[in-house]
């Protein structure tokens, strides 16, 4: 698909097309609709990464909370499921499933949301090393990364699906 099919999509097939770029949370394709026409594609997604940020809290929590325990394996999207498992997060030892679960829970726990990594064209090793990097930010830090790593994803996403 390119800028110029995108552009005519009407507004319930834009949401269709565009649903799931935000990990179960369609509201963030309805509202970047509104943005449209968009010149190119980098200002597609640009338009996704101001609805998150331009959201109000509760709904940007409802979004991080949305999202996947890193390397678990339920409620995975088709994105999710191809993107973890080109991190190899697919293939865990049970040691590395292990440490994931509790880094996993420990975050969980401390911030009141999953920890949130783009995790594609990363290693099993780096995002554990940010798993590490990132445990002793403050929760409003973390918010901030968190939905940074979000309109990641989104960018990753979209430019699966659009072309230049």
């Not at 940020?53 to 949305?66: E, I, T």
């Amino acid at each position: 698909m390119n800028i110029a099919d995108v552009n005519a999509l009407d507004p319930a097939a834009f949401e269709t097309a565009f649903a799931d770029v935000a990990e179960h949370s369609p509201w963030v394709a309805r509202r970047a609709a509104e943005a449209r026409p968009f010149a190119d594609r980098g200002a597609m997604i640009t338009a996704f990464a101001d609805v998150v940020m331009a959201a109000g809290q509760d709904d940007q929590l409802a979004l991080l909370q949305a999202h996947p325990d890193l390397a678990a394996r339920v409620r995975l999207t088709p994105d999710s499921t191809r993107e973890q498992a080109g991190a190899g997060l697919d293939t865990l030892t049970p040691e590395e499933f292990a440490r994931f679960t509790a880094f996993n829970d420990a975050y969980k726990a401390e911030n009141g949301f999953p920890f949130i990594f783009a995790v594609k064209r990363a290693t099993k090793a780096q995002i554990l090393q940010a798993f590490e990097e990132r445990h002793s930010n403050s929760v409003a830090h973390e918010f901030e990364i968190a939905l940074k790593q979000v309109c990641r994803i989104i960018r990753f996403r979209l430019e699966d699906r659009v072309q230049p």
